[in-house]
């Protein structure tokens, strides 16, 4: 099974700075099954990237992920307030442990 | 607008069974995949299995197989999880969410969640 493994495992920034997170993958796989969610305490997730790079609907475009293989990142180019959250990767079955961005 | 609303909060005894329900609206509920995803307190999220509403095909993962049980009412737009033989590992929040495609097998990425079911179990 693959195994994701998310860095930092939090992330101390403060607000309009840029976030880099990091979703590794134990073996390559398809870009097409990589997605990005963000929740939120005592929230359900919330889909923010699908197939690596599209964004979801109604995600703001300071949002955005990339990468290929086995590793992929996600990008949150100026925090916003409402930001701060547990970001998970997904590929099918397999999450990753999460990262979480907090107020510096 | 698309929504699925579970049930509430639920506190069973270990070795009990729990059935969870998701009720789906706002699209057409045989088209899109159900899977039930769940995250123990302070933990990760953890997925668990999918139903093809359609047909009512599921697939179970492997931590799961002969505890779980995924049913679908097309009457009603509900599918259900069932979880037997509870233990106090199972304590989580269980969350039903829709697959974001119509493709065989899913995409496995989820556009839409519901609220989440608390699950407690303890004696």
Redesign the interface.
């Known amino acids: 099974d693959i195994v994701l493994t998310q860095s930092p495992g939090t992330l101390s920034l403060s607000p309009g700075e840029r976030a880099t997170l990091s979703c590794r993958a134990s073996q390559s796989f398809s870009s097409?099954?990589l997605?990005w969610?963000q929740q939120k305490h005592g929230q359900?997730?919330?889909?923010l990237i699908?197939?690596a790079s599209t964004r979801?609907?109604g995600i703001p475009d300071r949002f955005s992920g990339s990468g290929s293989g086995t590793d992929f990142t996600l990008t949150i180019s100026r925090l916003e307030p409402e930001d701060f959250a547990v970001y998970?990767c997904?590929?099918?079955?397999?999450?990753?442990?999460?990262t979480k961005v907090e107020i510096k | 607008q698309v929504q699925l609303v579970q049930s509430g909060a639920e506190v069973k005894k270990p070795g009990a069974s729990v059935k969870v329900s998701c009720k789906a609206s706002g699209y057409t509920f045989s088209s899109f995949f159900i899977h039930w995803v769940r995250q123990a307190p302070g933990q990760g999220l953890e997925w668990m299995g999918i139903i093809n509403p359609s047909a009512g095909s599921t697939s179970y993962a492997q931590k799961f197989q002969g505890r779980v049980t995924m049913t679908r009412d097309t009457s009603t737009s509900t599918v259900y999880m069932e979880l037997s033989s509870l233990t106090s590992d199972d304590t989580a929040v269980y969350y039903c969410a829709r697959d974001r495609a119509l493709t065989v097998g899913g995409t496995f990425d989820f556009d839409y969640w519901g609220q989440g079911t608390l699950v407690t179990v303890s004696s």
């Open positions: 097409n099954y997605a969610y359900a997730p919330r889909l699908y197939g979801a609907t998970y997904q590929h099918y079955a397999t999450f990753g442990q999460g």
